[in-house]
Every structure is written in structure tokens, then in C-alpha cells.
């Protein structure tokens, strides 16, 4: 089994920048990939970036590439999302997700790609 519990969401200014962080604790040995993906109200939950449990390939939604970064600290057991240039378009409540089965490359920030959850944080960017 594995916990994921996200911080560091808030409120900000557009243009402003936060770093979210997920503290993972169990078997995590077994994951292959890890993502953020967020949901605005009224809207389905998205993928915006997602990496390979070392680290060493990211993915990114369109829509954040260049602002958004996701990274990982394996001896900390935390993955992180830096986010940069804040639009009020990128509010939203933000869940770390986990995945302990390959995958194809189309599913990297797909939902059905994750079998493990976190509680989420909400992110507000103000204009």
C-alpha cells in the first residue's frame, strides 16, 4: 500500500510561484510512475505532469510546459511540483498520484494510469 499526502498549495498572484510537495510513505519501491494532476470546479480532473519513478523521463501537459516542473527526491520519498508564471486559469485543487504497473507512454497523464491517490491541495492564483 501506498500514502500520498500533498502541502503547499495556497494562495498567489498571477505570476507568482508555489512548490507543491507529496510525502509518499509505503511500498514504494514498486512504483513505476508518479504525476500531479489537478481539477478545477466544474471541470475533469487533468494530467499536467507526470515522470518515471528515477526520474529520468518528465512529461508535460501542453498547457504548463515551460512553468510548471516535477521532480522527484528519491531519498526523501517526495515528489514535487515547482510552478512558475502562475495563471489564475492554473487554480485548482492539485492530487500526486502513483502507479505501480507499466503503462504505454498515452497514459502518463491519463487518470486510468494511477492506482494511487492523494487527498489533494488547493491552489489559488489570483489576477
Known amino acids: 500500500q501506498v500514502e500520498l499526502v500533498e502541502s503547499g498549495g495556497g494562495s498567489v498572484q498571477a505570476g507568482g510561484s508555489l512548490r507543491l510537495s507529496c510525502a509518499t510513505s509505503g511500498i514504494t519501491s514498486y512504483i513505476y510512475f508518479w504525476a500531479w494532476f489537478r481539477q478545477a470546479p466544474g471541470k475533469e480532473r487533468e494530467g499536467v505532469a507526470a515522470?518515471?519513478?528515477?526520474?529520468?523521463?518528465?512529461y508535460y501537459a501542453d498547457s504548463v510546459k515551460g512553468r510548471l516542473t516535477i521532480s522527484i527526491e528519491n531519498a526523501k520519498e517526495t515528489l514535487y511540483l515547482q510552478m512558475d508564471s502562475l495563471k489564475p486559469e492554473d487554480s485548482a485543487i492539485y492530487y500526486c498520484?502513483?502507479?505501480?504497473?507499466?503503462?504505454?507512454?498515452?497514459?502518463?497523464?491519463?487518470?486510468?494510469?494511477?492506482?494511487?491517490w492523494g487527498q489533494g491541495t488547493q491552489v489559488i492564483v489570483s489576477s
Open positions: 515522470t518515471t519513478a528515477a526520474g529520468g523521463a518528465t
Open positions: 498520484a502513483a502507479s505501480n504497473f507499466p503503462s504505454p507512454v498515452g497514459l502518463r497523464l491519463e487518470q486510468n494510469g494511477y492506482n494511487y
